[in-house]
């Protein structure tokens, strides 16, 4: 009797204006990279609005920004860029200080496929270069970096899932499709926190959290991709909602959750 079709903030052009209204859908090209993604979202849209105009089905969608939190993937090929820095930046700090049994315990948990977590020390260290994080002895000491992606410059925007969650069923119980499509007069609902951070100061809130005293290196020759995605929400707080849980004391509660296991 009612759906919510969950989609993307890749649907909008990648040069569009900030922060992305719900209005700028379908009024440029798309970032090249998300294109065959974000047109199976807009399809989805299309179809979701078309069910409630030819049928009178009450079924909405809503677009949210980068989510985070429990539960994600921390596979360092394919993950999203909060839980790769995390995990990054969590055996970084186990090999500065020493504490193979974490790194071991961490690779046993999370195999990483060419790491093995009982080969030697050495082995691990040369496994982990390919991830862009470097062990570089100075003597007796060492020192312990961790290579990012692209500059580090473009903005991103990030949402917790517990507060995704809590939206979505805020809109369910609050949203007809009538009323997003005739009154409000739009195809979907950003969901967000409307607040945006570049990658270089996620990195830092990331490095703080785990406690990490290494050098941070920003690999420039891979790509940044959109310059910035920062939703506009002021339709969802129209609607009286509002995110609740600060992204720094977000990455605090996903860390503590990834040392749980």
């Not at 859908?25 to 299309?46: D, Q, R, S």
């Not at 062990?135 to 903005?155: M, P, Q, R």
């Amino acid at each position: 009797k009612k759906l919510l079709f969950l989609g993307s903030s890749c649907i909008y052009p990648k040069m569009a204006p900030q922060p992305l209204r719900e209005d700028y859908l379908l009024t440029g090209p798309l970032e090249h990279t998300n294109e065959p993604y974000a047109i199976a979202k807009i399809a989805g849209i299309k179809m979701c609005e078309n069910y409630y105009r030819q049928y009178g089905s009450d079924f909405i969608s809503v677009m949210p920004t980068n989510l985070y939190g429990p539960n994600d993937s921390y596979n360092l090929e394919k993950s999203h860029v909060l839980p790769a820095m995390l995990r990054k930046m969590h055996l970084a700090k186990n090999l500065e200080d020493k504490n193979w049994e974490a790194i071991r315990s961490d690779l046993k948990r999370n195999p990483i496929e060419d790491i093995p977590w009982d080969v030697t020390q050495e082995e691990i260290k040369k496994g982990l270069n390919k991830y862009g994080i470097f062990s570089l002895a100075d003597g007796e000491k060492l020192s312990v970096e961790v290579h990012l992606w692209g500059s580090g410059k473009v903005y991103r925007e990030f949402l917790h899932v517990d507060d995704m969650a809590d939206a979505c069923i805020y809109i369910l119980q609050n949203l007809p499709a009538d009323k997003l499509y005739n009154e409000l007069g739009h195809t979907h609902l950003n969901i967000g926190t409307g607040e945006d951070i570049t990658i270089r100061e996620l990195a830092s809130l990331v490095k703080k959290t785990i406690g990490f005293q290494g050098n941070l290196q920003w690999d420039t020759n891979k790509p940044d991709g959109t310059p910035k995605k920062q939703l506009d929400v002021s339709l969802l707080q129209e609607l009286r909602w509002k995110h609740k849980i600060a992204l720094q004391e977000g990455i605090e509660m996903v860390y503590k959750s990834y040392l749980k296991g």
